[in-house]
């Protein structure tokens, strides 16, 4: 929850080569104040069954740019384990050709933002959601 001081994040995650939420995705949230500043590791949660993750940390006071890291090669390992186990055909030679993902933006004090990942094995991407 933003305050007038601080600025709040959420994000989720839609696996766009199988038209569903990505599931059990680690996600890190660091933060600094100022392009020059050191991040600060903030901790970090995962995606629930609807993709999202709605308990990331909150922002410190004076927050300037964030960054949110997405540990996809996992995510696509499981997911490629279990089509294995039903026989499905393989979609992907192996893994994710992006086993991270990592988005930086900018934050003003008061504001939400929901940053949203489109991914699939071979591709991404973000926006700024509401």
Known sequence: MSTETTASVSTHILDTSIGRPAEGVAISLSAR?????????LGGSATDADGRCKDLPALPEGTTHVRLDFETEAYFSKKQAAEAQQ??????????FFPEVTITFAVNPGEHYHVPLLLNPFGYSVYRGS
């Open 33 to 41: 104040s100022g392009f020059d500043a050191e991040w600060k590791p």
């Open 87 to 96: 026989d499905a055909p393989r979609v992907r030679d192996s893994g994710a």
